[in-house]
């Protein structure tokens, strides 16, 4: 198994950051699994102790995504670019720290909790059992 959820995504669209000059990195993304299922995911990049690399992911019903892309009168495929879009002031902050990114990924599953899409969360884990996020 990956260490990275995002690693097995496609059609991914980077959302935003935290300050890469740190060493810790937490990247917030949004795509596809295999499933067909949307993912938004946390990927941790720890630059000084690799082990602790982890990701945490909310993983979308794959009918309430789909009702939630129609109901914005987009195509299914088009929903990793829409949450995207809307999240477009987040990427705005300078030098964003890992708790703007987690207050992110807060926010855009509130957003899907008030669309009506049921979604269960997701971890990889570092060493002993180590949890991301």
């Not at 690693?7 to 499933?35: A, K």
Request: proline share 4%.
């Amino acid at each position: 198994m990956s260490k990275h959820i995002s690693d097995t995504l496609y059609r991914v669209c980077h959302i935003m950051s935290s300050d890469e000059d740190q060493p810790i990195v937490m990247d917030l993304l949004v795509g596809f699994n295999f499933s067909d299922e949307l993912v938004v995911v946390i990927d941790l990049f720890d630059y000084e102790e690799p082990a602790y690399n982890c990701s945490t992911a909310a993983i979308v019903n794959t009918d309430d995504a789909r009702i939630m892309a129609r109901r914005h009168n987009i195509a299914y495929s088009q929903l990793p670019r829409f949450i995207t879009e809307c999240m477009a002031e987040w990427r705005e902050i300078i030098n964003p720290g890992l708790n703007n990114v987690r207050d992110c990924f807060k926010e855009i599953t509130e957003c899907l909790l008030d669309e009506g899409c049921r979604f269960r969360i997701k971890r990889t884990h570092g060493p002993n059992d180590y949890i991301c996020c």
